[in-house]
């Protein structure tokens, strides 16, 4: 969550060996000696300034792309990089049309601007859409710079145009056996006017797209350069810690011992906050130990202008009145017609699904630094996943125009949807006010306490199925009904009449060939503050469907794997995939069996269709005193077209360690409206012991491209689900699957 809206159009494919149309031009600009080059679209418009000018108060470059005078590349990211990999794909793209070997870039994420507004006329991080969102655009950037480096050096040299080619780095001209270096050409190239049309390279012509290409951050990360939120310091800056209302909602009403914690080491000042109290200090450690200690009493909130929790609000009472509420719901799926298809069959299945709120326990906490400066202006670092969504929220905090508001976003210590706009989930606002009441720069830091208490949460989720089996023992018919509420339509708004995406994803839309089908949303609003969590909708509803779609197999006597393949006969491309997870995986074999170690085991298939990208997993498993053991994952994945193999196998073991830490673990527990977990000891994660071997296997079938970040999670529940199923004979309907008990299996 990597996630946010993810309702896209698929990524055009791209013509290869053909000219490619600019029809809207930006401006280059020579800074400092470097091109920069700005490509516009979606009507906004790119500026090239050079460096005086914008020194001057001319309008700010916007451009993605600098060539310095020394050969080095800077490349100005629409996305922000958070362990996905982005920042190396993108140079890999831009790399390839460019002609520059990505080694040479150094990635930054953009300041907030129009030119950067790429998905869908907006920006984000999220999805798993970032590169498939930008890869015409990247591609063009670099083929336009390569054009106008080879049109500044025929100028130089006084030779056809035609005669010039490139190499990594610089531009040859062949007969003459005379080579330059791009650097050298920048400051003549940038004088050029973006070329109305460029000519792509044909995919059999790649260097550097679809290799294995390392990682451009891995160094600084693996020797602790690279700079965090939390890592941040300006000039004259204090520290600040908070402490939470306990239950959202309340407000702080008065202090037992405020002159005792003024007192205290390094303290400056004691703050009330919209829900929550601050304490600035010098240090932060000094910050945090202050707020803890003070005694505050609590009051409920007099404004209802934002969401409070229920004081008899539960996870079990959410749950049971989840299951309490009835039907039909808004549709979401129609094919046929189930009811009919559910009252004449020979079978008819019935089950419940359930799924417990998850935080996205990260380990990077919450921070933001604010500033502000003599002319009214805000400089504002936090680590976030849309910048412009930030500069509009912060302006209206501060009371200032965005564009008033510098958003500076540093690398994140991880996504999974954290990092997005939640109402009282974020501490930028908090820091805002302290820093404007102090009158100097604030760094605020949320413990790791206070970030489990206001984490935006993955929605409880709940599932009611039926399926009809015919008189062979195949799915006639299949109704499900999720009730509750999705994120896409809390924080994008909900249509009238129309199913929250968020909410039925992983269950409608699914591929196999059941020829009677009602999906429907029964929407309850959840009054958790709810988020983003990797994979979103699908890391609960695949589980739901896949999990279910074995009972039924169980119930018409057919083995799961082959019951999915017959049912995927008219969708080669699905089938083509689990045909491949099951060659990985040395051919399927469900189980039990009796291992080479003499353990008992068994395995679960399960399929999964997310963010564009196809993905089909088998889990092995066994069970000794009780607990579940994961000896191996085997994913095949199909995200149609690829930039980096190695990116992908790191995003499908990470997608597997969390996709499985939610099935085997993870749950937010609810009481009297406070969240019972307050750190990792009461919300535990996937041990480093417990991670299985993980196998990819990497299916292009060229289909136009889909995520990456995210789809490797949802099949990871339901394929260890049903392996567990098969071990046992217990079906598992609800997770995590620690609060279940099973027999030892030797």
């Known amino acids: 969550m990597n996630s946010m809206n993810h309702d896209f159009p698929p990524v055009a494919d791209l013509p290869e060996g053909r000219p490619v149309n600019l029809s809207r031009r930006g401006f280059l600009g020579a800074s400092f000696g470097a091109l920069v080059l700005g490509v516009t679209l979606h009507g906004t418009k790119a500026l090239g300034q050079n460096g005086a000018a914008a020194v001057k108060g001319a309008p700010r470059v916007s451009a993605f792309l600098e060539i310095r005078a020394d050969s080095t590349v800077l490349l100005r990211s629409p996305f922000v990089e958070g362990g996905q990999g982005v920042s190396t794909a993108l140079a890999q793209i831009v790399g390839e049309e460019l002609d520059a070997d990505p080694v040479r870039f150094t990635v930054e994420c953009a300041p907030p601007g129009a030119d950067y507004l790429l998905v869908n006329g907006n920006r984000f991080t999220g999805g798993s859409y970032s590169v498939r969102s930008s890869y015409e655009v990247m591609r063009r950037v670099g083929a336009s710079a390569r054009q106008m480096l080879l049109q500044a050096a025929a100028a130089r040299l006084r030779v056809p145009l035609a005669s010039l080619s490139t190499e990594p780095g610089r531009v040859r001209h062949t007969a003459s056996n005379r080579t330059i270096e791009y650097g050298a050409l920048a400051a003549e190239a940038a004088k050029l006017p973006v070329p109305e049309n460029v000519t792509l390279r044909a995919d059999k012509d790649f260097r550097w797209i679809g290799k294995p290409v390392a990682r451009l951050d891995v160094r600084d990360k693996s020797t602790g350069k690279s700079t965090y939120g939390i890592d941040l310091k300006v000039d004259g800056m204090m520290q600040a810690a908070v402490q939470h209302a306990p239950r959202l909602g309340l407000e702080p009403a008065t202090f037992a011992n405020e002159a005792e914690v003024k007192a205290m080491p390094g303290v400056h000042s004691i703050h009330r906050l919209p829900g929550a109290v601050a304490v600035v200090a010098e240090r932060w450690w000094h910050a945090r130990r202050a707020v803890e200690t003070l005694q505050v009493t609590w009051k409920e909130a007099t404004s209802s202008t934002q969401r409070s929790m229920p004081a008899d609000f539960s996870s079990e009472g959410r749950k049971a009145l989840l299951a309490a509420t009835p039907g039909p719901g808004i549709s979401a799926e129609t094919a046929g017609d189930a009811s009919a298809a559910l009252g004449s069959a020979a079978r008819v299945?019935?089950?419940?699904?359930?799924?417990?709120?998850?935080?996205?326990?990260?380990?990077?906490?919450?921070?933001?630094?604010?500033?502000?400066?003599?002319?009214?202006?805000?400089?504002?670092?936090?680590?976030?996943?849309?910048?412009?969504?930030?500069?509009?929220?912060?302006?209206?905090?501060?009371?200032?125009?965005?564009?008033?508001?510098?958003?500076?976003?540093?690398?994140?210590?991880?996504?999974?949807?954290?990092?997005?706009?939640?109402?009282?989930?974020?501490?930028?606002?908090?820091?805002i006010l302290l820093s404007k009441a102090i009158g100097r720069p604030v760094k605020l830091i949320w413990s790791r306490e206070e970030e489990f208490l206001r984490d935006a949460l993955r929605p409880m989720g709940f599932v009611r199925f039926r399926g009809a089996l015919d008189a062979n023992g195949l799915p006639a018919a299949l109704e499900a009904e999720a009730v509750g509420e999705g994120p896409v339509g809390r924080w994008f708004g909900r249509k009238p009449d129309t199913a929250d995406r968020s909410a039925v994803e992983g269950i409608a839309g699914k591929p196999y060939a059941i020829p009677n089908r009602r999906i429907a949303q029964v929407v309850v609003d959840d009054p958790a503050v709810l988020g983003f969590w990797r994979s979103v909708g699908h890391s609960m509803n695949d589980f739901f469907y896949e999990t279910f779609f074995d009972e039924l197999a169980d119930a018409g006597q057919q083995d799961p794997y082959q019951m999915r393949l017959r049912l995927l006969a008219e969708k080669p491309r699905h089938k083509r995939l689990l045909e491949a997870v099951g060659e990985l995986s040395g051919g399927w074999k469900r189980g039990p069996f009796t291992a080479t170690d003499g353990s008992k085991r068994a395995r679960g298939v399960a399929m999964a269709s997310p963010f564009g990208s196809e993905v089909a997993t088998i889990a092995e498993v066994s069970l000794k005193n009780g607990a579940i053991t994961v000896h191996d994952v085997w994913v095949a994945i199909d995200p149609g077209r690829i930039v980096n193999p190695a990116i992908i196998e790191a995003q499908v073991n990470s997608a597997v360690a969390l996709g499985l830490s939610s099935a085997l673990l993870e749950q937010v527990v609810y009481d009297k409206g406070v969240p019972q977990a307050r750190n990792f000891d009461g919300y535990p994660i996937l041990p480093p012991e417990r991670m299985p071997r993980v196998h990819v296997r990497i299916v292009e079938s060229g289909a136009p491209m889909g995520g990456i970040g995210e789809p490797g999670l949802p099949g990871v529940p339901p394929a260890v689900a049903n392996a567990i199923a098969a071990l046992t004979g217990q079906r598992v309907r609800n997770l995590p699957l620690s609060k279940l008990k099973f027999g030892d299996m030797g």
């Open 349 to 431: 299945v019935s089950a419940t699904y359930d799924a417990p709120y998850l935080a996205h326990g990260q380990l990077e906490p919450p921070s933001a630094l604010a500033r502000w400066n003599d002319d009214g202006t805000l400089d504002l670092w936090l680590p976030n996943q849309a910048p412009e969504m930030f500069q509009t929220a912060a302006a209206k905090v501060a009371g200032i125009a965005p564009e008033k508001v510098k958003i500076h976003s540093p690398v994140l210590g991880g996504f999974f949807g954290r990092h997005f706009l939640y109402e009282t989930a974020n501490p930028f606002p908090q820091a």
